[in-house]
C-alpha cells in the first residue's frame, strides 16, 4: 500500500505560547472568507468530488501549504513554522490520514487503474509547486505562521476547521504585498534650496554682495 510522503523537518517541538512574530511593522489583509473546498482558486480542480473529497483535498492543501513554508521559511527563526508543522503531523495525524485515503479514492474512482494513482501523483507534485513564491515570501511566511499557530491550538478533530476558516488567506497570501504601514503613510522628504549665486557673491560673513543682487 503506496503511503502519503510527509516531510518532516528534524526539529525540537516548542509548545510554549509566545506572542506572535511579526515580519511587517503591519501586516498586508490577505483575509478571505471561509470555504469548503470547491470555490476556484484554492486547489487544482477535482471534477465530479464529492463534498467529502472536497473537504479532504482543504485539509490536504492546507498541510502542503505549511510543509512549503516548513522548508521555504525556516531561516526566519522567529515564526516556528518548522515546529508548528512538525506539531500538526503529531497532532492532527488523525485527520490527514483518512483525507490522503479519501483523495486517493478519489483518482481511483475517476481514474480506474494505474493511471488513477499516476494522477494522484500529478496532483501532489502540482499542489506543492503552486505553493512555491519568491517575491511574496514574507507574506506568505508570515501568514502561514499565523494558520499554524492556529492548528497548533486547535483541538483534536478541528484541523477542517482551520482549513475551511484560513485556507483562502494562505493562497491570498502568494500575491506580493507591501507592508501597510509604508503603504498609509506620507513621508516628506526635505530638498536644501539651491543658491542661485557663486562663490564670489557671498563676503566672508556668508552675506550675498550687493553688486551681485543688482544683478
Same mark, same amino acid.
Given at each position: 500500500?503506496? =503511503?502519503?510522503?510527509?516531510?518532516?523537518? @528534524?526539529?525540537?517541538?516548542?509548545?510554549?505560547?509566545?506572542?506572535?512574530?511579526?515580519? !511587517?511593522?503591519?501586516?498586508?489583509?490577505?483575509?478571505?472568507g471561509p470555504v469548503s473546498g470547491s470555490e476556484p482558486g484554492l486547489g487544482l480542480p477535482l471534477p465530479g468530488a464529492t463534498a467529502?473529497?472536497?473537504?479532504?483535498?482543504?485539509?490536504?492543501?492546507?498541510?502542503?501549504?505549511?510543509?512549503?513554508?516548513?522548508?521555504?521559511?525556516?531561516?526566519m527563526k522567529l515564526i516556528d513554522a518548522v515546529d508548528n508543522y512538525n506539531a500538526m503531523l503529531n497532532n492532527h495525524g488523525a485527520?490527514? $490520514? @483518512?483525507?490522503? /485515503?479519501?483523495?486517493?479514492?478519489?483518482?481511483? =474512482?475517476?481514474?480506474?487503474?494505474?493511471?488513477?494513482?499516476?494522477?494522484?501523483d500529478d496532483y501532489n507534485t502540482k499542489t506543492y509547486n503552486g505553493f512555491s513564491t519568491l517575491h511574496a515570501q514574507l507574506g506568505?511566511?508570515?501568514?502561514?505562521?499565523?494558520?499554524? =499557530? /492556529?492548528?497548533? !491550538?486547535? @483541538? &483534536?478533530?478541528?484541523?477542517?476547521?482551520?482549513?475551511?476558516? %484560513?485556507? %483562502?488567506?494562505? &493562497?491570498?497570501?502568494?500575491?506580493?504585498?507591501? /507592508?501597510?504601514?509604508?503603504?498609509?503613510?506620507? !513621508?516628506?522628504?526635505?530638498?536644501?534650496?539651491?543658491? @542661485?549665486?557663486?562663490?564670489?557673491?557671498? /563676503?566672508? %560673513?556668508?552675506?550675498?554682495?550687493? $553688486?551681485?543682487? $543688482?544683478?
Open positions: 500500500m503506496r =503511503r502519503a510522503y510527509l516531510i518532516i523537518v @528534524p526539529t525540537l517541538l516548542s509548545f510554549a505560547a509566545a506572542a506572535p512574530a511579526q515580519l !511587517f511593522v503591519q501586516p498586508p489583509n490577505f483575509i478571505g467529502e473529497e472536497y473537504s479532504a483535498a482543504l485539509m490536504w492543501n492546507m498541510r502542503a501549504g505549511l510543509n512549503v513554508a516548513a522548508l521555504q521559511c525556516q531561516s485527520e490527514l $490520514r @483518512p483525507a490522503y /485515503d479519501r483523495l486517493v479514492g478519489y483518482f481511483k =474512482r475517476t481514474i480506474p487503474g494505474p493511471k488513477g494513482m499516476k494522477a494522484f506568505f511566511c508570515q501568514t502561514a505562521a499565523s494558520i499554524g =499557530r /492556529d492548528v497548533l !491550538f486547535a @483541538p &483534536r478533530g478541528g484541523l477542517a476547521a482551520v482549513a475551511q476558516g %484560513r485556507m %483562502r488567506e494562505l &493562497r491570498n497570501s502568494l500575491v506580493p504585498a507591501s /507592508d501597510l504601514f509604508f503603504a498609509t503613510r506620507t !513621508f516628506h522628504q526635505s530638498v536644501a534650496q539651491l543658491s @542661485p549665486y557663486g562663490a564670489e557673491c557671498y /563676503d566672508k %560673513r556668508g552675506a550675498v554682495k550687493k $553688486r551681485c543682487l $543688482r544683478g
